[in-house]
Structure formats: structure tokens, C-alpha cells
């Protein structure tokens, strides 16, 4: 199996290697390790990508978005075995955190391999939500009106799902688009 030195499994026999948060650090994307010819891939995490199965099994899962790495999109599902086995599931976006921000992209499930008999695409990740709009100035002389909050940020889209085998399989579910930001409250006026 592979290991975060060399995230590949063996030639032969060996799965990708899978981060986590105790072995992926410094807030940077890494992408799961491809599996060998009968091995599965790893897991991606930070929005790192999963990695592909070789000719037998299934390809691993994108890791979930982080903000400050790729837009906190998640990251897209490893491709599945090149004869048989599905696709990795993709990676939830990162939802805002600032006023007005825009949710991540959900990643893209993997696909089966390119001459796979039995396979199922895999489903895509959610959206992250739209972060919540500003509170609108309250009014400063008496009788003034407040202003308006401003609207909130864009949820992200969803992944798409992947293409399953044309023969035994089915294609992946999309994901879901992330919830838009509620808006903000509007100002307080004066008496």
C-alpha cells in the first residue's frame, strides 16, 4: 500500500494512500494515491483529488473544500478500475465564512474505468452555502430611515456525477447546490 513518502500502491497489488488531517498539513490540497492494478486509490483531503484504481477496483474519494485552497471546492472522485469498479465520490465545498461569500463547488464524482463491464459512476459533492449578508448603517439623524442589508453569497454548485459503465452500471448522482446566504437585517432607523 501506498504511504505519504510514496502515495502509490505497488505495481502489482497495493491501495492509494489516504490523507487525513494528522498527515496532510500546511493547508495545501493532496491528492489520494492510485491503487496498482488490483488496488484501489486513496483518498484526496483539502480538496484534493481521489486517486485512480489501476485495472480492479475503486477509485477514491475527493476531499472536502477548504477556504484559501482552489475557492473551497471539493475535490473530484478517482476514476474507477479500467475493467471493473466505481467511481470515488466527490468532495463537499467549503461553505463562506465572510459576509456575501460564495460557497465552494461540490467535486466531481469519478467515473469508471474506460473498457469497465461493471461499475457505477461516483456521486458528486455537495455545495458549500453562501456566506450571510451585511447588516445594513442605521440612521444617524432623527427621522432618517436605515439602510438595506445587502444580500447573501451564492451557495456553491454541486458535482457532477460520474459516467458508469455502459454495460452493468449506472451514472453517478450530481450533487447538490449549497443554500444561498440568508440577507442581512436592514439598519434601524431614528425617531
Excluded at 465520490?89 to 467535486?107: E, R
Excluded at 458549500?128 to 438595506?148: P, Q
Aim: glycine share 46%; net charge negative; aromatic share 6%.
Amino acid at each position: 500500500d501506498g504511504t505519504a513518502e510514496h502515495p502509490d500502491g505497488g505495481i502489482l497489488f497495493g491501495n492509494g494512500f489516504s490523507w487525513t488531517a494528522e498527515t496532510c498539513t500546511g493547508g495545501l490540497a493532496c491528492t489520494g494515491g492510485n491503487g496498482g492494478i488490483f488496488g484501489n486509490g486513496g483518498n484526496g483531503y483539502n480538496g484534493g483529488n481521489g486517486g485512480a484504481a489501476g485495472w480492479f477496483g475503486r477509485g477514491g474519494d475527493g476531499g472536502a473544500g477548504i477556504l484559501g485552497v482552489n475557492a473551497g471546492s471539493g475535490g473530484r472522485g478517482g476514476s474507477g478500475g479500467l475493467f471493473t469498479g466505481a467511481g470515488g465520490n466527490g468532495g463537499a465545498g467549503a461553505a463562506a465564512t465572510s459576509p456575501m461569500g460564495i460557497g465552494g463547488n461540490g467535486g466531481n464524482g469519478g467515473n469508471v474505468g474506460t473498457l469497465s463491464i461493471f461499475g457505477q459512476g461516483g456521486t458528486g459533492g455537495s455545495g458549500g452555502a453562501g456566506g450571510t449578508g451585511a447588516t445594513g448603517t442605521s440612521a444617524i439623524l432623527a427621522g432618517g430611515s436605515g439602510t438595506d442589508g445587502t444580500t447573501g453569497g451564492k451557495g456553491g454548485a454541486g458535482g457532477n456525477g460520474g459516467n458508469g459503465s455502459i454495460i452493468f452500471g449506472s451514472g453517478g448522482n450530481g450533487g447538490a447546490g449549497g443554500a444561498g446566504g440568508e440577507g442581512g437585517d436592514g439598519g434601524d432607523g431614528q425617531s
